[in-house]
């Protein structure tokens, strides 16, 4: 709407330049310009979220539970770090091969934590509807979700890893060299945090996103987590027969650390993987089974939750 | 009986209850105010919940806060909806009877599920009730130790005007019978229709106290506001200015408002001018006024006075 | 302790979906017992046992058990309001604390032990030597101590429920495998005691690493410590009305 203008002021004697008011509507306008669309709308979501896992732009208290994990795992790097700084390398008892394994409880917990905040929040407060009123689908929601859980584990594996690597170049005594030694175990760093991310991402809100309060859900998912670990230990202990040969398998993180095994090299003496004679590839088969279910069931249940 | 000194009560900067000074005695008093004023805040320190940050809260002499002792003598209803669902209405006041130490529980479970008119439902689960009956169910809980101070916590929410009436005859009789009952209202008629006595409270402050009457009667000095349609505003305008009851009139976007001081002559004039003007009155209406700016007149009335 | 209070928090504990989980669990214990007899069991079946209940039984089931019921006995009251109910009586805080405080206990143990004793007859094929009745009498000790830790930690906190997996599960799992000395202040740790000290089991089955007298010592005064927090803050407690 054009701007209403009233009748140019009278002019003044003796000046010579005319001057003129106008007074503006400022009402309601609709918005006219360039939208950013779909793909904006999951990156916004995913960026949210991904502040979100961590507490970020909440109070305080929202944050002890999720960076006290992050510190928790990071710990262990760091006073491998100060062992090799101090007494020497070769006596680390992290390397980059079972340091996830090492830590993985607190992977759990992340998970357990964090999955029902990105998920059970909405659910509760029916805010699904807001989001789907936006040019944003059902399964785009979805996926932003969980590739935010996924980053987020990304962050809390990589940077301990990283800080022994830092830590390993910078006590070596020729940092070249050491940087073309360690460089040969970035694909390990990477690829194994990948496997923990999006494994644990996806069982984590797959189910949260069945549990009507953040509380149960919480509680399902480490039960999960310990239950399977629990179960394929203790039969993993059973001398005789394929039992304890198969337990392994009911695992996720005796399934991540086989698939690691098989894909990137290298077997790590705590894990159950070691001594069970299934081979490998069935590890990475299962895993990628398990990673595909949990992914279609989100995906389903986003497709059919009452919004 | 109960009395109340000088009692504030805040939360690190903020200032829920600003040294508030009163006494109740038997009867029904409404603590009324906007949401947010501290009225359930105040309740609950009465009810001994919560503690004075200053002052004193005391019923019959004894501090409500931290001694259990006070709770034979005070039948709480609270705000908040949640009750357990799972127990029959029966069962929930019978619970609250023994764990009050009533003697005879079952007949005053009876008694208290009768006063509140929900012997129909008593036996089906409270999750199962409306809004108000679970109320009711509450309120009954709250009755059946026979306490000689009542409170409720904004207790007409979400009831039918039929269970409200019910229940103002009900708190009424009991009031009679010589209890001192104090409830919460953000709605004015509520409290019009059933305290004798009104606290009024904004931002924490006691801005009136006494009887209804009186308040409203001071509200009055305050112009009232109509909005008019007839078929000719301005004529009609014109004319209502010239008469005394009125103190102003505004025509704006064809809606015809008018001032008038003097509520009751205004009443009397209009339909003698509009006949007098061969004007016909499609409309006549009261503006609502908000209670925030009704109360917010009655701060200043008070700072005035 | 009072009768109705217990009434209504047993009803609220078990009435719930939420036990459902904790069936579930149970249910898995005895299942796993049952897949390895069926698989024909193993070279040592006692040593086996004692894995699975000392794994399973003791370290998952138990603390998950209690986890639930024990921030679920005050913690849910106090989310929903319903707690201004119990407050507002003429009734001790003492009396309220140690009665809810009973009520979980009970029903963890229940949902502990029972599973525990059947598992462990399964797969013992028998009491196992004492070790079967050792652990599950122990697992009812454990779920008093872990039942009142979790009572007092749901007054402390609104986030018990994760507060209290950080206990169990970094605390107690984690932390104790990497240094010796935390063991002494695990409520896990203390349970196996008392299984080693009331079932005496053959020490090639099961040997726990916690003496008894330190469990008796400490655990006795983890569970004051927490019974007296617990009745302290209710008795402080102070419930905000809505409009505040």
């Given at each position: 709407?054009?701007?209403?203008?009233?009748?140019?002021?009278?002019?003044?004697a003796?000046?010579?330049t005319?001057s003129?008011?106008?007074?503006?509507?400022?009402g309601?306008?609709?918005?006219d310009?360039?939208?950013?669309?779909?793909?904006?709308?999951?990156?916004?979501?995913?960026?949210a979220?991904?502040?979100?896992?961590?507490g970020?732009?909440r109070?305080?208290?929202a944050?002890?539970?999720?960076?006290?994990?992050?510190?928790?795992a990071l710990?262990?790097?760091?006073v491998?770090?100060?062992?090799i700084?101090?007494?020497?390398?070769?006596?680390s008892?992290?390397?980059?091969?079972?340091?996830?394994w090492q830590?993985?409880?607190?992977?759990?917990?992340?998970?357990?934590?964090q999955?029902?905040?990105?998920?059970?929040?909405?659910?509760r407060h029916?805010?699904?509807a807001l989001?789907?009123?936006?040019?944003?689908?059902r399964?785009?929601?979805?996926?932003?979700?969980?590739?935010?859980?996924?980053?987020?584990?990304?962050?809390?594996?990589?940077?301990?890893?990283?800080?022994l690597f830092?830590?390993?170049?910078?006590?070596?005594?020729?940092?070249?060299?050491g940087?073309?030694d360690?460089?040969?175990?970035?694909?390990?760093?990477?690829?194994?945090?990948?496997l923990y991310?999006?494994?644990?991402?996806?069982?984590?809100?797959?189910?949260?996103?069945?549990?009507?309060?953040?509380?149960y859900?919480t509680?399902?998912?480490?039960?999960?987590?310990?239950?399977?670990?629990?179960?394929?230990?203790?039969?993993?202990?059973?001398?005789?027969?394929?039992?304890?040969?198969?337990?392994?398998?009911?695992?996720?993180?005796?399934?991540?650390?086989?698939?690691?095994?098989?894909?990137?090299?290298?077997?790590?003496?705590?894990?159950?993987?070691?001594?069970?004679?299934?081979?490998?590839p069935?590890?990475?088969?299962?895993?990628?089974?398990v990673?595909?279910?949990?992914?279609?069931?989100?995906a389903?249940?986003?497709?059919?939750?009452?919004a | 009986?109960?009395?109340?000194?000088?009692?504030s009560?805040?939360y690190g900067?903020?200032?829920?209850?600003?040294?508030?000074?009163?006494?109740?005695?038997?009867?029904?008093?409404?603590?009324?105010?906007?949401n947010?004023?501290?009225?359930?805040?105040?309740?609950?320190?009465?009810?001994?919940?919560?503690g004075?940050s200053?002052?004193?809260?005391?019923?019959?002499?004894?501090p409500?806060?931290?001694?259990p002792?006070v709770?034979r003598?005070?039948?709480?209803?609270?705000?908040?909806?949640?009750?357990?669902?799972?127990?029959?209405?029966?069962?929930?006041?019978?619970?609250?009877?023994?764990?009050q130490?009533?003697?005879?529980?079952?007949?005053?479970?009876?008694r208290?599920?009768?006063a509140?008119?929900?012997?129909?439902?008593?036996?089906?689960?409270?999750?199962?009730?409306?809004?108000?009956?679970r109320?009711?169910?509450?309120?009954?809980?709250?009755?059946?130790h026979?306490?000689?101070?009542l409170?409720?916590?904004?207790?007409?929410?979400?009831?039918?005007?039929?269970?409200?009436?019910?229940?103002?005859?009900?708190?009424?009789r009991?009031?009679?019978?010589?209890?001192?009952?104090?409830?919460?209202?953000?709605?004015?008629?509520?409290?019009?229709?059933?305290a004798?006595?009104?606290?009024v409270?904004?931002a924490?402050?006691?801005?009136?106290?006494?009887?209804?009457?009186?308040?409203?009667?001071?509200?009055t000095?305050?112009p009232h506001?109509?909005t008019?349609?007839?078929?000719?505003?301005?004529?009609?305008a014109?004319?209502?200015?010239?008469?005394p009851?009125?103190?102003?009139v505004?025509?704006?976007?064809?809606?015809?408002?008018?001032?008038?001081?003097?509520?009751?002559?205004f009443?009397?004039?209009?339909?003698?001018?509009?006949?007098?003007?061969?004007?016909?009155?499609?409309?006549?209406?009261?503006?609502?006024?908000s209670?925030?700016?009704?109360?917010?007149?009655?701060?200043?009335?008070?700072?005035?006075? | 302790?009072?009768?109705?209070i217990?009434g209504?928090?047993?009803?609220?504990l078990?009435?719930?979906?939420?036990?459902?989980l904790?069936?579930?669990?149970?249910?898995?214990?005895?299942?796993?017992a049952?897949?390895?007899?069926?698989?024909?069991g193993?070279?040592?079946?006692?040593?086996?046992?004692?894995?699975l209940?000392?794994?399973?039984?003791?370290?998952?089931?138990?603390?998950?058990?209690?986890?639930?019921?024990?921030?679920?006995a005050?913690?849910?009251?106090?989310e929903?309001?319903?707690?201004?109910?119990?407050?507002?009586?003429?009734?001790s805080?003492?009396?309220?604390?140690?009665?809810?405080?009973?009520?979980?206990?009970?029903?963890?143990a229940a949902?502990?032990?029972?599973?525990?004793?059947?598992?462990?007859?399964?797969?013992?094929?028998?009491m196992?030597?004492?070790?079967?009745?050792g652990?599950?009498?122990?697992?009812a000790?454990?779920?008093?101590?872990?039942?009142?830790?979790?009572?007092?930690?749901?007054?402390?906190?609104?986030?018990?429920?994760?507060?209290?997996?950080?206990?169990?599960?970094?605390?107690?799992?984690?932390?104790?495998g990497?240094?010796?000395?935390?063991?002494?202040f695990?409520?896990?740790q203390?349970?196996?005691?008392?299984?080693?000290?009331?079932?005496?089991?053959?020490?090639?089955?099961?040997?726990a690493?916690?003496?008894?007298v330190?469990?008796?010592v400490?655990?006795?005064?983890?569970?004051?410590?927490s019974?007296?927090?617990?009745?302290?803050?209710?008795?402080?407690?102070?419930?905000?009305?809505?409009?505040?």
């Amino acid at each position: 709407m054009p701007p209403d203008t009233m009748p140019p002021a009278p002019l003044e004697a003796g000046s010579s330049t005319p001057s003129s008011g106008a007074i503006y509507d400022l009402g309601y306008r609709r918005y006219d310009g360039p939208r950013l669309g779909r793909w904006h709308a999951i990156s916004t979501l995913f960026w949210a979220s991904l502040r979100a896992a961590f507490g970020m732009g909440r109070s305080g208290r929202a944050k002890i539970v999720p960076w006290g994990l992050a510190v928790f795992a990071l710990i262990p790097a760091l006073v491998a770090v100060a062992i090799i700084a101090l007494i020497g390398e070769g006596i680390s008892p992290f390397t980059y091969d079972n340091y996830l394994w090492q830590v993985q409880i607190t992977f759990a917990l992340f998970v357990a934590a964090q999955a029902p905040e990105l998920v059970n929040s909405d659910m509760r407060h029916r805010v699904l509807a807001l989001y789907f009123s936006h040019p944003l689908e059902r399964l785009d929601y979805a996926a932003a979700k969980l590739g935010a859980l996924v980053a987020a584990l990304l962050l809390l594996a990589l940077t301990p890893q990283l800080v022994l690597f830092a830590g390993n170049l910078l006590t070596s005594t020729d940092v070249v060299a050491g940087l073309r030694d360690q460089a040969g175990a970035l694909p390990q760093i990477i690829g194994t945090s990948l496997l923990y991310a999006v494994t644990l991402s996806s069982i984590g809100i797959a189910i949260a996103a069945f549990t009507p309060r953040r509380a149960y859900a919480t509680g399902a998912i480490i039960a999960f987590f310990l239950v399977t670990g629990a179960v394929s230990t203790i039969l993993g202990e059973a001398t005789r027969g394929s039992l304890s040969d198969w337990a392994p398998l009911i695992d996720p993180f005796a399934l991540i650390d086989g698939t690691r095994d098989w894909l990137l090299g290298a077997s790590i003496d705590e894990s159950p993987v070691t001594g069970s004679s299934v081979p490998l590839p069935i590890f990475g088969g299962v895993l990628a089974a398990v990673v595909a279910l949990a992914v279609a069931v989100i995906a389903l249940r986003y497709q059919r939750v009452e919004a | 009986m109960i009395e109340v000194t000088n009692a504030s009560r805040w939360y690190g900067n903020v200032v829920a209850v600003n040294d508030m000074t009163f006494s109740l005695g038997a009867g029904v008093t409404g603590l009324l105010g906007p949401n947010g004023a501290g009225k359930s805040t105040m309740l609950h320190m009465i009810a001994g919940f919560l503690g004075p940050s200053a002052g004193t809260v005391t019923i019959d002499g004894r501090p409500t806060h931290g001694d259990p002792e006070v709770y034979r003598g005070i039948g709480m209803v609270p705000e908040r909806e949640a009750v357990y669902a799972f127990l029959s209405a029966r069962q929930f006041v019978a619970a609250n009877a023994r764990l009050q130490g009533v003697a005879e529980v079952e007949a005053a479970t009876q008694r208290a599920i009768a006063a509140v008119e929900l012997q129909d439902a008593q036996d089906r689960a409270i999750g199962t009730y409306s809004k108000g009956m679970r109320q009711r169910a509450k309120v009954a809980a709250a009755l059946v130790h026979d306490p000689p101070v009542l409170l409720l916590d904004e207790p007409f929410n979400g009831m039918d005007p039929r269970q409200r009436l019910h229940m103002m005859a009900l708190l009424r009789r009991m009031a009679a019978d010589g209890r001192t009952i104090l409830f919460s209202s953000h709605i004015l008629e509520e409290v019009e229709r059933l305290a004798e006595r009104v606290l009024v409270i904004v931002a924490g402050r006691l801005a009136a106290s006494g009887n209804f009457r009186e308040i409203r009667r001071l509200m009055t000095d305050r112009p009232h506001t109509f909005t008019v349609r007839s078929s000719d505003d301005r004529r009609l305008a014109a004319a209502l200015v010239a008469e005394p009851a009125v103190s102003g009139v505004a025509l704006d976007d064809g809606l015809l408002t008018i001032r008038a001081a003097d509520f009751g002559t205004f009443a009397r004039i209009v339909p003698g001018v509009a006949r007098r003007t061969a004007i016909t009155l499609y409309e006549l209406l009261p503006t609502d006024e908000s209670l925030e700016s009704v109360f917010s007149y009655l701060v200043a009335g008070g700072a005035r006075r | 302790m009072n009768g109705t209070i217990a009434g209504i928090t047993f009803r609220q504990l078990l009435g719930r979906r939420r036990v459902l989980l904790l069936l579930v669990l149970g249910a898995v214990l005895v299942l796993v017992a049952l897949a390895y007899r069926l698989a024909g069991g193993g070279d040592d079946d006692l040593r086996w046992t004692a894995g699975l209940l000392e794994n399973f039984g003791i370290a998952t089931l138990m603390p998950l058990v209690a986890l639930v019921l024990g921030t679920g006995a005050i913690g849910a009251e106090i989310e929903d309001g319903t707690i201004v109910y119990i407050l507002a009586k003429p009734i001790s805080r003492s009396v309220i604390v140690a009665t809810k405080l009973a009520v979980a206990a009970l029903a963890a143990a229940a949902l502990t032990c029972g599973p525990i004793l059947l598992a462990g007859i399964i797969a013992a094929g028998g009491m196992g030597n004492g070790l079967v009745l050792g652990f599950t009498l122990a697992a009812a000790i454990g779920s008093l101590l872990y039942a009142a830790l979790f009572v007092a930690l749901s007054l402390v906190t609104g986030r018990a429920l994760v507060f209290g997996l950080f206990y169990v599960l970094l605390w107690e799992g984690f932390l104790s495998g990497l240094f010796a000395g935390t063991r002494t202040f695990s409520i896990r740790q203390h349970t196996l005691a008392f299984a080693e000290a009331i079932g005496h089991p053959p020490t090639d089955a099961f040997d726990a690493s916690l003496d008894l007298v330190p469990a008796v010592v400490i655990g006795g005064a983890l569970l004051v410590i927490s019974v007296v927090v617990a009745i302290r803050r209710l008795r402080a407690f102070e419930l905000r009305g809505e409009a505040a």
